[in-house]
C-alpha cells in the first residue's frame, strides 16, 4: 500500500484552513493560464469571473488530497479498522483500491485494475464533492 497526496484532515475546520490556503495559488494559476491564452484586459474581466477562480481552488484542493492505494486485500483490511461510513464505486471484483477517509467519519474509495493514475483522480474528485464540497 502506498499513498499520495499531501491533505488529510482530523476536523472539517482543518480542511475549511487547507481550502482557503489554496485560494490565492489558484488565482495566481488563473491569471498565468489568461495572460498565456493573450486575453487583453477586457477579455479578462469578462471571462475571469469569481467561479472560475472557485472552480479553481476546487480542482487545487482536491488534487492535494492524501489518498490510500493498494490491494483489495490492504483495503479491506483497512475497511475492518475503519469506524465510519464508505462510499464504494467500481467494481469489488477488481483488484486494487484507491480509498480517502475525510474528517468525521466519511469515506470514499474507487476500485481499478491498471489505470492508477486515473483511478487517483477520480476519487480525489469524488471525495471533494461527497466529503468537501458542502463543508467548505
Known amino acids: 500500500m502506498q499513498t499520495v497526496g499531501t491533505f488529510e484532515f482530523e476536523s472539517v475546520a482543518e480542511a475549511r484552513d ?3 490556503s489554496v485560494g490565492p495559488a ?3 494559476v488563473v491569471r498565468e493560464v489568461a495572460k498565456v491564452m493573450e486575453f487583453d484586459r477586457e477579455e ?3 471571462r475571469v469571473t469569481g467561479e472560475v477562480v472557485e472552480t479553481a481552488r476546487d480542482a487545487l484542493f482536491a488534487s492535494l488530497l492524501r489518498v490510500s492505494v493498494g490491494s483489495r486485500e490492504e483495503y479491506d483490511e483497512w475497511r475492518e479498522s475503519y469506524d465510519g461510513e464508505v462510499t464504494e464505486v467500481g467494481h469489488e471484483r ?3 483500491v484507491v480509498w480517502h477517509a475525510g474528517p468525521e467519519n466519511g469515506a470514499v474509495a474507487a476500485t481499478f485494475q491498471n489505470e492508477e493514475d486515473a483511478a487517483v ?3 480525489r474528485r469524488q471525495a471533494f ?3 468537501y ?4
Open 26 to 28: 489558484a488565482q495566481t
Open 133 to 136: 464540497r458542502d463543508r467548505l
Open 18 to 20: 487547507a481550502y482557503e
Open 94 to 96: 477488481v483488484d486494487n
Open 121 to 123: 483522480a477520480t476519487l
Open 44 to 46: 479578462y474581466d469578462e
Open 129 to 131: 464533492g461527497r466529503l
